[in-house]
């Protein structure tokens, strides 16, 4: 609720209130929206090697709540408010301090809990169970559906207080919200199964790549079965063991144990630990794919919010805050999530007999494709909005032109954002999966990032060649920029993107099911819970290194 009605209407924030311009306030929110999603990477990071994915949750949430408090008190006061001085921005001093810090820790509790809390959720089912595997993919589109729910409250009540009643009100009601979801999120503690920290991704990935370059002048050997592993009787790791695979052979000499020799960690490394890192090379073509697009969605929260505060806002006799623009996407993700979980995955399941309908990559390539339709009939919508304020500016159309590149990009949204969370928590090694499912919103920093630069190189370029000398983006009012060209340039940028996400999503290789040999146990938190059938007691964390059909009839 509070983060998406932020999202949205802070670059409204930005310039009414701290007196920013144009692009300064678009770029200032791409930029801190960039770096929410990128450090979300840390959260991975931390749950994955230190502390339960609960916990991290917890305390990220709590730095969340903390900067929500800042931003309530400095908007609810005009001694932390600039004064209007026509520049690019007016903040200095305390004021300054004050603005920068909150974002920061905003952006740091943001980050940090979304790359733990869809891995907390999905440890919650064992994918070598057939039922559970199909409830897995089913977990993913409720986690959207109820981001969407909550988000379509924000952008509707939480922005239209912001707007009417003052944006300490909006701030105060997102602290609540957020506090009020983490005390729900920690309620649950006692029941949920929690996978215990393992090693250091970091320090796996390293060691592979520096074993290998250690063992760069030996020959492979002629046999896969050769490279070193260790046996399941011989193991005292949680992990899974996956299968040797032929790409990236410069990787395997990481596996080679010379003869003679001692298995020392620095020495030599497992088949498993080098698929490991083939994995996540194999996965990062797939996730710059995916940047361009999330580089147009930056544009619907910037541009298209500034666009709809100059058109036409009533709707009847109400009037529509322009923030609140983007609950047209949700509305459609609210009806159609439901439509495609309940109607057309069962439908593609007793066609393609997989367990999410069709494959991740599938869904990731029809959001890439709807992605650039949306730029195309963003700058169509444009142009006449332009044409019809420069023509009668006391008549601007309707603010609900806007919602069909909105509507268009929200299913694109639908498809992408699940099928990626989907799919870098099903391949991602055991040990990583917090990490992993961390790229979907490193995709999204990327793109947010992307999207400064190219406002930036746009603006510098096209008033040099430009016979006015002005740039497509340049100043305050958008009646004589040519946003139009800057929409059909995102659009010609992904279908460009689009082949080259083809080429990549063909050349990838999944995991298959038959390559993980061995799952990590999934560990209940309190260890004193009666299982509901049997009587029996959940095994112990002490026992975490027995045997792993023991630990999954327990």
């Known amino acids: 609720m509070g983060f998406v009605a932020n999202m949205v209407s802070l670059v409204i924030y930005f310039m009414t209130v701290m007196y920013f311009d144009l692009s300064t306030s678009a770029n200032t929110l791409t930029t801190f929206m960039g770096a929410t999603f990128l450090l979300s990477l840390i959260g991975g990071f931390v749950s994955d090697s230190y502390l339960s994915r609960l916990n991290t949750v917890l305390i990220f949430g709590f730095l969340e709540v903390l900067a929500l408090v800042l931003m309530t008190i400095q908007a609810s006061s005009h001694k932390f408010q600039p004064d209007p001085c026509g520049k690019s921005s007016c903040l200095k001093g305390g004021a300054k301090f004050m603005f920068y810090m909150s974002l920061c820790m905003l952006a740091k509790g943001s980050g940090g809990v979304r790359g733990a809390l869809p891995a907390l959720g999905a440890d919650q089912f064992d994918q070598k169970d057939p039922k559970e595997a199909k409830a897995l993919a089913s977990f993913f589109n409720y986690l959207l559906l109820s981001i969407t729910l909550g988000a379509a409250i924000g952008v509707v009540a939480i922005v239209w207080v912001s707007t009417n009643l003052g944006w300490h009100w909006g701030f105060f009601i997102s602290t609540v919200s957020a506090f009020l979801g983490f005390v729900v999120l920690a309620l649950g503690k006692p029941f949920y199964r929690h996978r215990v920290p393992g090693e250091s991704p970091l320090i796996r990935i390293i060691r592979v790549i520096v074993v290998a370059i250690k063992n760069r002048r030996l020959s492979l050997p002629e046999r896969s079965d050769e490279l070193y592993e260790i046996s399941d009787k011989d193991s005292l790791s949680a992990e899974e063991k996956i299968k040797h695979t032929n790409q990236f052979r410069l990787l395997d000499k990481a596996a080679i144990l010379q003869a003679n020799a001692e298995p020392r960690p620095w020495t030599v490394c497992t088949v498993t630990q080098v698929e490991e890192v083939k994995v996540l090379t194999r996965m990062l073509p797939i996730l710059a794919s995916t940047v361009i697009m999330n580089t147009c969605l930056a544009q619907l929260q910037t541009f298209s919010v500034q666009q709809g505060r100059i058109m036409n806002l009533h709707l009847g006799s109400i009037v529509v805050p322009a923030p609140s623009v983007p609950v047209i996407p949700l509305i459609f993700m609210s009806v159609l999530i439901p439509i495609y979980e309940f109607i057309f995955v069962p439908f593609a399941r007793k066609i393609t007999h997989h367990p999410a309908g069709i494959t991740q990559l599938q869904r990731v390539g029809i959001g890439l494709v709807l992605s650039a339709v949306s730029m195309a009939i963003a700058g169509i919508v444009e142009v006449k909005r332009r044409n019809q304020a420069n023509k009668d500016p006391a008549h601007p159309i309707s603010l609900f032109w806007l919602s069909f590149q909105f509507g268009i990009f929200g299913i694109a949204d639908m498809f992408t954002l699940v099928g990626l969370l989907e799919f870098f928590y099903k391949e991602a090694p055991a040990g990583m999966r917090s990490l992993s499912t961390s790229f979907t919103w490193l995709s999204l920093a990327f793109g947010y990032f992307l999207s400064t630069a190219f406002v930036n190189i746009i603006n510098s370029v096209t008033e040099k060649i430009a016979p006015s000398k002005q740039g497509w ?38 995991k298959s099911e038959e390559s993980v040999l061995k799952e990590a146990p999934l560990l209940k938190v309190d260890q004193s819970i009666q299982d509901s059938t049997n009587g029996f007691s959940t095994i112990q964390v002490s026992s975490a290194l027995g045997d792993a059909k023991e630990k999954e009839s327990s």
């Open 473 to 510: 983006l340049h100043g305050l009012d958008l009646n004589k920029n040519n946003l139009n060209l800057f929409y059909w340039f995102l659009a010609i940028l992904s279908c460009v993107n689009f082949l080259n996400y083809l080429y990549w999503a063909n050349w990838y290789k999944y």
